[in-house]
């Protein structure tokens, strides 16, 4: 499979559409989700072209999956939910519902999320 450019994530990297913007660094991006599952529901991508967890652990460098992750623990950090508890989730692929092709981490808080299949999208 190849990076589809115009998703809608990629879109945002390049400024073409708005998001909500939680956190910037050199190697991630967060934002609100759109259609918020839970009462903070951030996304965060990488800056990289990157389709799923395959190809970013396949192809990112080393220095752009430690940014990554330290990112998504950063924007944790800033949304407040670490003591609280937050569940992180990617969704790889047709079977996980996929719908943007662009690699992200879902970050879902401020409520008891429940189990992990029911309480997201089905
Ligand atoms: P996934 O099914 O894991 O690919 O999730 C994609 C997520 O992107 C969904 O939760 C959408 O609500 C969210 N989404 C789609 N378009 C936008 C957008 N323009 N800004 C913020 N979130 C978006």
């Known amino acids: 499979?190849?990076?589809d450019k115009q998703n809608i994530f990629a879109k945002i990297l390049r400024g073409e559409i708005?998001?909500?913007?939680?956190y910037e660094d050199e190697y991630a991006?967060?934002?609100?989700?759109?259609n918020p599952q839970a009462p903070v529901h951030v996304l965060v991508i990488p800056k990289?072209?990157?389709i799923?967890?395959?190809d970013f652990s396949a192809k990112a460098s080393d220095v752009e999956i430690a940014g990554?992750?330290?990112?998504?623990?950063?924007?944790?950090g800033k949304l407040g939910i670490v003591d609280q508890g937050f569940r992180t989730l990617a969704?790889?692929?047709?079977?996980?519902?996929?719908?943007?092709?662009?690699?992200?981490?879902?970050i879902l808080a401020g409520r008891r999320l429940g189990?992990?299949?029911k309480s997201f999208r089905e």
């Open 52 to 54: 799923d967890i395959n």
């Open 68 to 76: 990554y992750t330290r990112a998504v623990g950063q924007v944790a």
């Open 18 to 22: 708005p998001c909500d913007k939680i």
């Open 91 to 106: 969704n790889n692929g047709p079977d996980a519902h996929q719908e943007v092709p662009h690699y992200h981490t879902h």
């Open 29 to 34: 991006l967060a934002f609100r989700d759109i």
């Open 48 to 50: 990289g072209s990157y």
């Open 115 to 117: 189990q992990i299949i």
């Open 1 to 3: 499979m190849v990076y």
